[in-house]
């Protein structure tokens, strides 16, 4: 076991824009699992590459272990996928490829096809296990379960859970829980390290925020009242002090005394007022203030808004799905479940009214409003305030809830295709949130999404109860939103 030593890290893009990273000091040891969370946009792919020596930094990075990044660039995809194994891992023996294969419960038989055929499960399993059995690499693995089915999470956790010496960028909590052992976190204002899983760590700083919210609340209030205490001694000090002047004062001795006795009090109080002060200004500095998100859920006037039975999609004689019966009645929250590939996505651009080629009965009620959230976000381009105007959307509006998902100011002034891919998806969101519409159709909305801002959706969700139909791997996600599933084949 070693140790990765970080020390007064600081970092910027360029001079134009405020550090991203300032006098930062923390340490892990190589033999951690470690959970890595933050907001969106906070750096932690900018740290990642500051630990593989892409950019030029302040202070120190040290360690005696090499640094490995998932996901790995494939040159070549039309290479047979074990070719591409022993280039990334010219040390591996064939023997300890098929075991790792088998922890990963994948079939050998995908080392003798092309990788460009591999599903997205497929790849992320060979390309893990190609990394690990690189001798003295700790892994930097970054967000490895976007587009990956709740089987193929559940199959790379408990991998992962087998393994030591890598940091894990996840937004996904249950995978996180499944193979983590530290966390380590990109708060409002530092960077810290914590033993546990997401639950332990979110459950902790549940407690800590809490707390801090109390004592805040309190230290106002004594604020306040020390502010009155000092101001009623300052008039009684100089009401006191009045009293000497004139010719018929009994003893100006003892008024002087009491006077110099209520400025002591007062200064006492003042002193005390400045100390809450300080501890006041100590708190609140790494709370995550999620104000509560607005939607515009429409009322159907009828029961059913949408109907299916018996539907099939195919093209070009493949089929994609079969036999689907859906409906979907008003508040319903339905979640399509079902492994990659298995048609989901064709099933909502049937609904949306795309050129789908498909048999059965579906019916679509008349009038319904629909808020779509595609899975892709490279078509995003320009502005904020260009996008709003495109879209119809409330500007003001729009990027008040971009501010509430975790959004700086400074984001605006930059073009969407600048962003990071989880800030790019929250500008779907917030677009969809600004819609009114009967029925909220999301396809993998929360890819990339960071956890918080996981939680707060959830929470806006369960608010306004709107009627859904949605495609998300998350399986905490599921579990506390949906009102029922829909098994897709």
Known sequence: MSRIQVSNLTFAYDSSYDNIFENVSFQIDTDWKLGFIGRNGRGKTTFLSLLLGKYDYSGIISTSVNFEYFPYEVKNPNDMTLSVVESINPAAENWQILRELNLLDTDVEILYRPFFTLSNGERTKVLLAALFLKENGFLLIDEPTNHLDIQAREKVAQYLNLKKGFILVSHDRTFLDGCIDHVLSINKNNIEVQKGNFSSWYANKEAQDNLELEKNARLSQDIRRLQDSARQSGKWSDKIEKTKIGAKVPDRGYIGHQAAKMMKRSKSIEKRQQNA?????????????????????????????????????????????????????????????????????????????????????????????????????????????????????????????????????????????????????????????????????????????????????????????????????????????????????
């Not at 006037?301 to 008003?330: G, K, P, Q």
């Not at 949605?470 to 029922?484: A, G, L, Y």
């Open 277 to 489: 002060i300080l501890e006041k200004e100590k708190l609140l500095k790494n709370i995550e203030l999620a104000d509560s998100l607005k939607l515009i859920p429409l009322t159907y006037h009828a029961d059913i808004l949408l109907s299916m039975e018996n539907v099939s999609i195919s093209y070009e004689n493949t089929d994609v799905c079969h036999d689907i019966d859906l409906t979907i009645h008003r508040g319903d929250r339905i979640c399509l479940k079902g492994k990659n590939g298995s048609g989901k996505t064709s099933l909502i651009r049937l609904i949306l009214g795309e050129s789908v080629p498909y048999t059965g009965d579906f019916r679509l009620g008349s009038g319904v409003k629909i808020s779509y959230i595609s899975q892709d976000t490279s078509w995003l381009r320009g502005n904020l305030t260009d996008f709003a105007r495109i879209h119809q959307l409330e500007e003001s509006v729009f990027k008040a809830l971009l501010r509430k998902l975790g959004f700086d100011r400074i984001q605006f002034e930059k073009d969407i295709w600048q962003f990071s891919e989880g800030q790019k998806k929250k500008v779907l969101l917030a677009k969809s949130l600004c819609e009114p519409a009967h029925l909220f159709i999301w396809d993998e909305p929360l890819n990339f999404i960071d956890v918080l801002s996981r939680i707060q959706i959830e929470d806006l969700i369960m608010e306004y109860k709107p009627t859904m139909l949605f495609v998300e791997h998350d399986e905490m996600f599921q579990n506390n939103i949906s009102t029922n599933v829909v098994e897709v084949s």
